[in-house]
């Protein structure tokens, strides 16, 4: 097919502003890791911007020596394998009902607006808190996992990608005998993959960059997830009490901004390794009830 | 089928909701108990329901605070501008995204523009006080040499909230970019196809085919976005402020934080907490029933 | 479905409600006190302490050890019987957060250090119990001593109604006074002298900012280091400078009739940050300073964009032994800060306390708090020689200090390294010196000699014309303002005092950006918005 001139320019116009906002959103990342590589002096004089300044391995030998980062690490792992499996484990079995008809479920609407209420009504922090506190989850991965395992919005996400699964497929199974739990797993799953793969990433993200909870939840800094164990890193310090030149050296120390950025960086390296994988998943066959409403 | 059967068909998609509903129960509803604080002045040790009773005194006194009216007018401000903004730019990438010929340079633009949506606030924070400086800023160079003045982003109230609704989008834009470009996907191609026999031009197809094929996940996102009118933004806005800022910066949820959890204000915290969720409930009940009117669409 | 609805809500209600009722009492210790006489008494059955502590990553250990098991805890174990558990621990920065959050939800350790204004709120929750006869009976004769070496102002901040309610960490106030700092190898490049009135310390600041004081040919210097953390007495804050002007921002002075006043709100605020604000507007503080904090700041000085400064004695350590990596030639000296007019100024100090050891309510150990206090100031201070295990290994940068549960410390600690490093100096024998200015006066020497130019810090803070040296002639001169309140947060204080400081910080860092109606929009809205009964309050205490 020949182009016409009209299209010609579009094309190269289209290219560069996406290309430009692409390099946009790769700046400040690009930025981080330059800063990581820097020397502490150059970085703190803020010399250095897409490329590092007297280039060193040593915050990363500091940063992975350093007890408290590796602890948090492993902590942000392990949320994320729990956090996984009981976000995707419930927003299957809960999407499922609900993408049925009032035909099927009599009472959906109830539960429907039971969920939805959840959404627009809180309680606020500190009875949550106390909440968490009398279910003896407090200090536990399970304090950042349970809580957050009901999401709505990602309920109602799969429910209507549910919805437009074709409803023969569902009778021919149930002529043949099988149950709900079965058409679940036989035959909803598996035509379902694009959008379980999307949901996957969205529970990761979630569960990756919450730091509020880790703060408030977990009782020592070892047990803190990444997320919060860099909010308290980037954190600026009050020192109007401290009046000893001992503490301020050995803050100084360890407040260095190639340290931070180091943290930052390999605080991020797991999803930037994992995600773009994942994309040709979601963008491939979603249609999250896009087809009809 | 006889009224038997369809019950017992009916019980195990009750077993499946179960587990959800006793999550809830315990984790939503259960806190909900506490919205009573709002009314009281709460001593810890008399607990719930043993403090004081004091009525409205807790929302009367909030009123009293001098900077509750501009602190609302910031949220909501901030809040529907970075819904609208938010809106649009998705849809629009999405379909420049669609236009592009080779998958990988698609590809790798859109690896690109997620990324900012990885990272946390708490990191962008940092970063953006850095390359938004009027001095030595990156994007103050740039407008430097196209003859702008320096713009004060992060430090001028006339600047503060668009910079704050700019960066939001630039962080999640490509994210929202994902579900629009999985509905451009699943378009039928034989509508396509169609079209093209029909002569129209790619302008044409995107108007009459493409569009009309998001429009369903379109509205679903804005309605699900409405009932986020009170939520400006707390991860963002705590980055992001500093004392200067505070007349265009301060949102609801960082003042109920700082009420709450720093002057350890229990129950006027709460009471804007709770005025909070009701103004949303308000909203969100409007935009369904909106959307259940105009477009047909009921999202459950 | 409305009313399934209703019953759903009713049955939730019902079915947690107990819970949550339950759950704002505390357990009480069923079994039978022990008696441990003495400050040093030990428990027999060494009992369970429960406390919480703040911690940061300048918090290490040796191998193998933890906060739970360390030289201090094991002190504790042995010598007293106390076994001190940590139900949480926190970063400092979070501290505020979790603390109310215990605070509200009730599950209060037994023994647990708090801030001044947790304090007050505590006492008014009835949460705590007093601990006056307790420390009267049980405290060493030694740590007595020291906590009394400043006056009584220490306990006077925990005293509500007459009742001592904590024990304060008591620190050294005058090590918290500021100075200014210059960078003298700018001031010599532009042939400046020294500043000895406020006239030549603006000439300073303005040729530092207009007349390329590094030599690089560029406009990148500014005059003077202002964040805006305007308070924060270490770096980059703008208390000495208003000092000069015989302002004292944040604290309370006595006016000419003797009555407390705020001194943020007096006239000479007003003419110190007119000053400031002309700074401003001429271009010699960074147009950016209200969205640069104390860390930013130390950026810009690192990179060599500051020679003028005002900030505490450990400058040295940070920001200039780190801007000194990037300008080997950096030289910086403390000065006194000049007076505005023919009086001399005066530094002020803020003279609180950071810190208070509680004592819940039902525990029935109150007397460990203080047994605990007594144990550290017997080891880290008074054991003659001092024990190896709780000295600080400056190698592996590993400090005991900071494992105890609560420390308090020495008036005049920095001075009297200075002191150290002076008799040395004279001829004096270092017999019978400290731990600490032994370590100093090693650490002069490793830097005199040329074997350690990383000490280069320590030899700034404490050489004989250093900040401490220029300390010790404002203390033979009297030459501080304290904070003439130093009792408990007053109510009022503890309700709206940190949104009147958010708005002073506000509304001051506005006026130096040019508003010149922010200052008396301030003043009246500070009086209205609490502020006066504030002083109300605070001078009902001073005539108490």
Not at chain 1, 7 to 30: D, K, Q, T
Not at chain 1, 142 to 151: F, H, K, R, T
Not at chain 3, 247 to 257: F, G, L
Not at chain 3, 340 to 365: T, W
């Amino acid at each position: 097919m020949k182009k016409s001139k009209g299209r010609i320019f579009f094309e190269i116009y289209n290219y560069s502003i996406l290309v430009s906002m692409a390099a946009l959103c790769l700046f400040p990342m690009i930025h981080v890791l330059a800063v990581s590589f820097s020397s502490g002096s150059a970085a703190a004089a803020g010399w250095v911007s897409l490329w590092p300044v007297d280039f060193t391995l040593s915050s990363y030998t500091f940063v992975l020596e350093k007890a408290d980062f590796i602890s948090s690490l492993m902590v942000s792992f392990q949320r994320l394998f729990w956090g996984l499996i009981a976000s995707l484990t419930i927003t299957i079995i809960t999407a499922y009902p609900l993408s049925k008809g009032k035909r099927d479920l009599r009472i959906r609407g109830i539960y429907i607006w039971v969920f939805i209420f959840t959404m627009l009504f809180n309680g606020g922090l500190i009875p949550t808190y106390m909440i968490i506190k009398e279910t003896g989850l407090l200090d536990s991965i399970g304090a950042l996992v349970i809580p957050c395992a009901v999401n709505v919005y990602f309920i109602i996400l799969l429910m209507n990608f549910f919805k437009n699964i074709p409803k023969s497929l569902e009778e021919a199974a149930f002529i043949d005998g099988a149950g709900h739990w079965t058409t679940l797993f036989k035959i909803y799953l598996p035509l379902s993959l694009p959008a379980l793969a999307t949901i996957t990433l969205f529970i990761s993200v979630f569960h990756w960059n919450s730091w509020f909870d880790g703060l408030i939840y977990m009782n020592r800094p070892e047990n803190y997830p990444l997320s919060s164990f860099l909010q308290t890193v980037v954190i600026q310090r009050d020192l109007t009490f401290i009046t000893d030149t001992r503490e301020i050296e050995m803050l100084s120390k360890v407040d260095g901004k190639t340290v931070k950025s180091a943290q930052i960086f390999l605080g991020a390296l797991p999803i930037l390794a994992v995600y773009p994988f994942l994309q040709r998943y979601f963008v491939k066959g979603i249609t999250l009830g896009s087809v009809k409403g | 089928m006889n009224l038997n059967l369809k019950l017992r068909r009916e019980i195990p998609l009750h077993i499946m909701i179960l587990p959800a509903l006793v999550l809830i129960i315990i984790f939503n509803y259960g806190p909900m108990v506490g919205i009573i604080i709002a009314f009281e002045k709460y001593i810890p040790t008399k607990g719930f329901f043993g403090s004081k009773w004091v009525g409205l005194d807790n929302f009367r006194y909030i009123l009293s605070m001098p900077d509750i009216q501009q602190i609302l007018k910031n949220t909501i401000v901030i809040a529907m501008t970075k819904i609208v903004v938010g809106l649009f730019i998705p849809v629009i990438v999405a379909l420049s995204l669609n236009e592009l010929g080779s998958d990988r340079t698609k590809r790798a633009i859109q690896t690109s523009i997620y990324l900012p949506h990885f990272l946390s606030w708490v990191i962008l924070g940092g970063i953006l006080v850095d390359i938004l400086s009027p001095s030595s800023g990156f994007v103050n160079k740039i407008l430097g040499s196209l003859g702008v003045e320096p713009i004060f982003f992060l430090g001028d109230n006339d600047w503060f909230q668009f910079t704050v609704i700019i960066t939001n989008t630039w962080k999640e834009f490509g994210y929202a970019t994902i579900i629009y470009l999985a509905a451009i996907t699943s378009v039928d191609p034989n509508l396509y196809e169609a079209a093209i026999v029909d002569g129209a031009n790619r302008w044409r197809q995107t108007w009459h085919i493409t569009l009309p094929g998001m429009k369903t996940i379109i509205i679903l996102m804005t309605v699900l976005s409405l009932g986020a009118v009170l939520n400006a933004g707390f991860d963002q806005l705590f980055n992001l402020y500093n004392p200067i800022v505070y007349e265009t910066g301060d949102i609801i949820d960082t003042f109920v934080y700082r009420l709450g959890l720093i002057d350890a204000q229990f129950g006027p915290a709460t009471a804007v907490g709770l005025f909070k969720s009701l103004v949303s409930l308000v909203f969100i009940s409007v935009s369904y029933f909106l959307a259940d009117k105009l477009a047909g669409y009921s999202i459950f | 479905m409305d009313r399934k609805l209703f019953l759903f809500f009713t049955a939730s209600f019902m079915l947690l409600g107990p819970m949550l009722f339950a759950s704002g009492q505390q357990g009480t210790e069923e079994s039978e006190k022990q008696v441990a006489p003495g400050p040093f008494g030990k428990y027999d059955t060494p009992i369970t302490v429960t406390a919480v502590k703040s911690v940061d990553d300048t918090h290490k250990y040796y191998q193998g050890e933890d906060l739970e098991n360390n030289a201090w805890s094991r002190a504790y174990v042995d010598e007293l019987g106390i076994n001190l558990k940590y139900d949480w621990t926190v970063n400092g920065t979070q501290w505020d957060q979790k603390m109310n959050l215990a605070i509200a939800s009730g599950s209060l350790p037994d023994i647990f250090p708090v801030g001044a204004k947790q304090l007050a709120m505590l006492v008014e929750a009835e949460l705590i119990q007093p601990l006056g006869a307790i420390y009267d009976e049980y405290a060493s004769d030694d740590l007595k001593e020291i906590q009394l070496q400043q006056g009584t102002i220490p306990f006077d901040a925990a005293t509500f109604n007459g009742q001592l309610m904590g024990i304060p960490e008591t620190n050294s106030f005058i090590d918290a006074a500021n100075f200014l700092w210059i960078r003298e190898d700018w001031r010599n490049a532009l042939n400046l002298s020294k500043p000895e009135t406020m006239d030549e310390l603006i000439k300073i600041i303005y040729a530092f900012a207009n007349d390329d004081p590094d030599g690089n040919g560029k406009d990148d210097t500014y005059g003077f280091a202002v964040s805006n953390n305007i308070y924060n007495y270490g770096y980059s804050s703008i208390e000495g400078f208003c000092n000069a002007f015989h302002a004292y921002p944040t604290i309370w002075v006595k006016d000419s009739s003797g009555k407390l006043v705020y001194g943020s709100i007096q006239p000479e605020m007003k003419e110190a940050l007119i000053v400031l604000q002309k700074m401003f507007k001429d271009g010699v503080i960074d147009p950016e300073f209200g969205v640069k904090d104390r860390g930013k700041l130390v950026e810009d000085t690192v990179a060599g964009k500051y020679g003028v400064g005002i900030g505490a004695q450990w400058n040295p350590f940070w920001p200039y032994i780190q801007a000194r990596e990037n300008f080997p030639n950096l030289q910086v000296a403390a000065y006194e800060i000049p007076s505005a007019d023919n009086k001399p100024s005066l530094a002020q100090i803020p003279s609180s306390i950071g810190k208070f050891l509680v004592v819940r309510k039902d525990f029935l150990y109150p007397e460990a708090a203080v047994k605990l206090t007594n144990i550290f100031v017997q080891h880290q201070f008074i054991d003659n020689p001092l024990r190896e295990e709780f000295l600080e290994d400056s190698e592996k940068g590993i400090a005991p200090h900071k494992w105890p549960i609560f420390t308090t410390w020495p008036a005049f600690r920095v001075l009297d390294r200075h002191k150290g490093w002076m008799a040395v100096q004279n001829g004096e024998s270092s017999e019978g010196f400290n731990s600490e200015q032994l370590d100093t006066i090693d650490r002069m020497n490793s830097y005199l000699d040329g074997t350690d130019d990383a000490q280069w810090g320590e030899w700034s803070t404490y050489k004989s014309d250093g900040p401490v040296a220029i300390n010790l002639k404002r203390v033979e001169r009297d030459g501080f303002m304290s904070n003439k309140f130093f009792g408990a947060p007053t109510e009022t204080m503890v309700t709206k005092g940190s949104t009147l400081e958010k708005m002073e910080e506000e509304m001051f860092i506005r006026f130096i950006m040019g508003d010149t109606e922010a200052f008396d929009k301030f003043v009246a809205d500070w009086k209205v918005l609490g502020g006066d009964s504030i002083t109300e309050e605070v001078n009902l205490w001073a005539n108490s």
